[in-house]
């Protein structure tokens, strides 16, 4: 009986295959539509933000509701219990940036993952309790609901708990990836995920019943979240099983509207996440780097290119190593890291023709502020490389933009499963010991070193360009180190190399973080390009494919919506 069921299940799975258009099935153009457009992984994600603004709902309704179907729909990413960044650009020109990334509990010490002998111990950081860090992600939807939202929390939140009571039909990659080992290791998400150990199949309905009771109830009150019984739930699931969340912690967390970094590249302006991100921060680096090239002569993913690109990528992330962290606790010297002068210092120290050693590379002494640089005692990496994040766009019929990136760091966060959602293993994004390398093997300071109440450093770069004063992009992508360099791939493919949104989504990836000193390609990028670039002196590592660009393009002509989403990914681009 089940048997015929899933098949007829797949009989309708086909039909509706053979029934779209190539150009969808392909996702080599980019969606047209007059008024409004939602970008995110997941279609009924995206669909849920498209029925806020066709009710007159605004981007921010629209997003909000797409926060919430994706903690529901993608639990690799979408949250409840983790954090994000989310960008607005309104139609009146005001942007506004709220920081809603989990803090350390207050139980939180240095060096709470090292063992007796001050070595860093595997994993603690990454899988189960001790990984947690206080989920910000409610606390932001709800905040951006109530203060830039037009539509009620109730109707803003019902996509979601529709979706997670009634179910929806699994994807394949998305029934895959809950063959996650490490979800396995923890009963509860074992038996919600992965139905005890008897998988779901693709095509089969998924339904998340806990969940849906646990987003009724933030959504009669989302306060109790973090001041009420939910707050002691979920602290008591979190304490029991080691970690060091109380429910004070809960009740502590605050969202934080911050000033994005602004700036300028070529003719467009660019706005972007300050700290605890370093997107911003290391887009703007990179971009005023390059900004003294003309790209665009030698080709798109031409050899000459990506070495330019790949050198600006490995300056900025040296300076992320050195400087960035919660602005709440270090003086972060953004104004002089942004700063225009300094780009054009550092594109002195790059040599067209070879390859810079990042173990040689050295700050251009042009600030005072950035002359305290200290060698760190590196270690190499050669760590697993974590999945997931997820990022969605989206702009309304008046011109609101909003951009949003959220996390449980990597996929599942920390397997951990309290009230039917999963909660984040964001401490990591902290060094866990100075030089040490993370799970993304990034190598980080004293700046983002782990302390009570603070935020760890993350990579998250929701963006918005604007040419000559009008919206013209919104931006994002997930692949933690890799989140930068693919926005910033994105905006040059559209800036300098004239491609469109869709082709600039899906060009082939490269990524340099300095260390370790290795240029990332995505195999798409032709074995003679390759061979030109070792010729220069990189040290390539290939992989498949990586990120996820969900973005929108605005038509400065004709005012049209043009939505891409990832041909790597599920997701898709919707609007009316
Ligand atoms: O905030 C950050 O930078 C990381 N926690 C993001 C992790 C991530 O994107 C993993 N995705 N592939």
Redesign the pocket.
Known sequence: MRNHRKFLIWLLFAALLASVPATWAAAMRPVHAPHAMVASVHELASRAGLEMMRAGGNAVDAAVAAGFALAVVHPQ?GNLGGGGFMLLRLADGNTHFIDYREKAPARASADMYLDLQGNVIPKVSLVGFKAIGVPGSVAGMVYAEKKYGKLTLERVMAPAIRLARDGFFLAWEDAQDLHDEDLAKFPESRRIFQRNGNYYEAGEVFRQPDLAQTLERIEKNPDDFYHGAMAKEIAVAIQKGGGLIAAEDLANYEVKEREPIRGSYREYDIISAPPP?SGGVALMEILNILEGYDLSKYGNRSAAAIHLISEAFRRAFFDRAEFLGDPDFSKIPVAQLIDKKYGVAWRESINPERASLSKDLKRPVIFNELERYAKLNLQPWSGPE????THYSVIDPEGNAVAVTT?L??SFGSRVTALGFLLND?MD?FSSKQGVPNA?GLIQGAANAIGPGKR?L???TPTIVLKDGKLFLVLGS???PT?ITTVANILIGVVDFGLDIQEAVNAPRFHHQWLPDILLLEDQISPDTRRLLEAKGHKLVVRHLWGDGECIRVDLNTGERLGASDGRNNGKAVGY
């Open positions: 990413a991100s974590p999945e997931n994040t996390t760091n990597d964001e994004d993304y760890p993350s990579a998250m997930p692949g933690g989140i």
